[in-house]
């Protein structure tokens, strides 16, 4: 990899090879993943050397090579076509020349982690107080100086948001909740921007008993959710009905997918049948040997738009005469804890909750849907490796980034395989995408929002 010449700190000194290792060194180090705690240190794991590092046995990683002061290579343990766009591109060079001589236990009680005297972006930091980061621009940016001379990033609660842009004080707000909307929209000329996100919304089921571990059942929650109606009521038509463990938005998402699962009480119906369900004295559905069936449909604290789509699949189910209801708000452990509590064999009680999360650039789906991944085995228990869906799961993942993959048609071919097998298998019901949204006053204009990481290209942007 070469090094953009054009590259330089804010003090206009050139970043150089030594800066991307340093970075490279820092994701890999004990430092950052034990002492930090840090959650970014994946990114490097597939360079040679890397697991060394992180176990302490290396102070840096070998498979990292410099050729040259602008150009580098690195070793990876195995062909992987993915990881220049899931991994490297998220790797940011460090200053070597401020942090190069510092041990890597000292740089977070620094004077330079709270208060930077260089950067590489359009803008670099000029104060700090509470709530408040001042950044002015960097004219050494290298894609161009930015047309703002500066900015201020602040915190404030959504519902100060329509005083602020009366008043000229706020001109964007960036992960403006849904019910923000009626009291923002319009506001001093503002407008309300949405994208469509990377993040997926599912029905994630505690399914370490009979019931929700049954496809058949799982299947018939799908055709019984009108997830179309979710997102026209609970989200106001900001997002799009999701039908399997790809976005819609997504260049990888499998086009064939559009329209599974349409909502069909009937079929829904006809499922639970051949799975044995029926009708019992008191008009509810009843397991299989005759047990009550008492579903609760749980979210999280904080999350109104969690609570009213939890209180609407409620009602869905309680129309095919599933006894449904909605429970919150959970704390993010008491979710967990129910998600993953033993079932009694003779209960009555199915617990499935709202959960979502959000995907990176690539779509790889190691991480989340690997038999291995704690991710999986925490909240799917997708990870039967005696089902031979879930081992085809595993030969497909595996296949997608290996060297016969490294053409995006051939990956592309190996993904919709995959995504068409998830959909089937149904192990979580998936629900729905939520666009991210913002406003920006009617003074700042050139803005452009990406769904994954908002509002973006900040050098671009202009103040009327």
Not at 25 to 31: C, E, G, K, N, V
Not at 92 to 120: D, Y
Not at 359 to 380: C, E, V
Request: aromatic share 8%.
């Amino acid at each position: 990899m070469a090094l953009n010449p054009k590259a330089m700190w804010s003090d206009g000194t050139p970043i150089t090879t030594a800066d991307v290792g340093l970075a490279i060194d820092f994701l890999a180090s004990p430092t950052y993943n034990n002492t930090l705690s840090g959650n970014q240190g994946y990114r490097v794991l597939p360079i040679v050397g890397s697991q060394a590092e992180m176990e302490g046995q290396a102070t840096t990683v070998s498979g990292f090579h410099v050729v040259s002061g602008q150009e580098f290579y690195v070793q990876l343990k195995k062909p992987d076509p993915s990881v220049v766009a899931a991994d490297f591109q998220g790797i940011m060079p460090l200053p070597s020349e401020v942090l190069g001589n510092m041990p890597m236990a000292q740089w977070s009680a620094s004077t330079f982690a709270s208060e930077p005297s260089i950067g590489s972006g359009p803008f670099v930091m000029a104060s700090r107080e509470p709530g408040v980061l001042t950044m002015e621009a960097n004219s050494r940016f290298v894609l161009g100086i930015p047309k703002l001379s500066g900015m201020q990033i602040k915190v404030v609660p959504p519902v100060a948001v329509p005083g602020l842009l009366r008043s000229g004080s706020v001109d964007l707000y960036t992960d403006l909740p849904l019910a923000s909307l009626p009291r923002v929209s319009g506001v001093a000329g503002s407008t309300i921007v949405s994208s469509a996100s990377n993040s997926l919304e599912s029905l994630v089921w505690n399914d370490q008993g009979p019931e929700a571990s049954n496809r058949l059942f799982r299947q018939a929650m799908l055709y019984a959710i009108n997830r179309a109606g979710l997102v026209s009521q609970a989200l106001s038509g900001q997002g799009d009905v999701a039908n399997g463990p790809l976005p819609p938005d997504s260049q990888w998402y499998d086009t064939a997918l559009d329209g599974a699962y349409a909502y069909a009480p009937q079929s829904a119906r006809n499922l639970l049948i051949k799975a044995k369900y029926y009708i019992g004295d008191l008009d509810w559905l009843v397991q299989p040997d005759g047990r009550a069936m008492n579903v609760t449909i749980g979210y999280l604290q904080g999350d109104p738009t969690g609570a009213a789509v939890a209180q609407s699949i409620a009602a869905d189910l309680r129309a095919i005469a599933i006894n449904a209801t909605a429970h919150g708000p959970y704390t993010e452990r008491e979710m967990m804890d129910a998600l993953n509590a033993p079932v009694n064999p003779k209960s009555t009680s199915l617990f499935g909750c709202v959960l979502g999360w959000s995907l990176g650039a690539d779509p790889d789906p190691r991480g989340i849907w690997r038999s291995t991944d704690p991710f999986n085995k925490y909240l799917f228990q997708w990870d039967t490796t005696s089902d031979p869906t879930v081992i085809q799961s595993n030969d497909l993942i595996a296949e997608q980034v290996s060297a016969t993959a490294d053409t995006a048609a051939t990956r592309k071919v190996l993904l919709n395989q995959w995504q068409t097998l998830i959909s089937a298998a149904a192990p979580v019901d998936f629900l729905f995408t939520q666009d991210a949204m913002g406003v920006t006053s009617s003074r700042l204009t050139d803005v452009e929002w990406s769904g994954m990481k908002g509002p973006i290209d900040s050098w671009k942007w202009t103040l009327n």
